[in-house]
Structure formats: structure tokens, C-alpha cells
């Protein structure tokens, strides 16, 4: 399951740079995620720590994208699978 900031957000700015996956972003008004992004910090941490560190707790479970472990898992490697050089998944080149 996702994460998402409600309208209590108060643009604070400590969420941000806390997201593992670069989720988090300043949209029109307040701070998002971006669910396709967010993997509520499976791997890298135990608890999500965009949760941990916002001063007015505005950043529930979003109940329209219930996911799984395992659903979290394989995005979690897909990001990181897009963030490795492109060139990592080429065949050496002859020497
Ligand atoms: S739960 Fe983790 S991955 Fe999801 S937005 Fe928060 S810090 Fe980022
Ligand atoms: S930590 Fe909470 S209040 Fe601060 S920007 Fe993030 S969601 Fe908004």
C-alpha cells in the first residue's frame, strides 16, 4: 500500500529528502507521493520514514492502493533496476 499527505501537510519540507525512492514531491499546494514510486520503504527501512519524521502526521496509508509484500518487493526492484546505468545491462564490449 502506498503512502499519501493529506491537506494537513504544512509544506514543511522534512518529508522529502527522508523518501528512499525520490516519492515525495511539492505539487501545487502541498507535498505528494507518488504511488508508483512509493514502496512504503520496504528493504531500505523497517517503518516508512516519511511517517517517522512528519511533525503533524499527515501521511496515513492511502486505502485505494492496498498492495502486498511481495507487490512492494518487485517495485522496489524496478526501481532500482532504472536507476543502475544503462550500460550495466549492455554485453561487455570486446577488449
Ligand atoms: S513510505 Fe518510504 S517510499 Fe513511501 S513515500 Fe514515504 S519515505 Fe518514500
Ligand atoms: S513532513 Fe508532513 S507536513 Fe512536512 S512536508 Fe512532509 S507531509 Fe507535509
Redesign the pocket.
Known amino acids: 500500500m502506498?503512502?499519501m499527505i493529506t491537506d494537513d501537510c504544512i509544506n514543511c519540507d522534512v518529508?522529502e529528502p527522508?523518501?528512499?525512492?525520490g516519492?515525495?514531491f511539492l505539487g501545487p499546494l502541498i507535498y505528494q507521493?507518488d504511488p508508483d514510486?512509493?514502496?512504503?520503504?520496504v528493504v531500505?527501512?523497517n517503518e516508512?520514514?516519511?511517517?517517522q519524521v512528519c511533525p503533524v502526521a499527515c501521511?496515513p496509508l492511502d486505502p485505494a492502493r492496498v498492495e502486498t509484500r511481495e507487490q512492494l518487493q518487485a517495485r522496489y526492484e524496478r526501481l532500482q533496476a532504472e536507476a543502475a546505468p544503462s550500460h550495466s545491462l549492455s554485453p561487455a564490449a570486446p577488449s
Request: hydrophobic fraction near 30%; charge should be negative.
Open positions: 502506498a503512502l518529508c527522508e523518501c528512499p525512492n516519492a515525495i507521493i514510486k512509493c514502496t512504503e520503504c531500505h527501512f516508512p520514514q516519511c511517517q501521511i
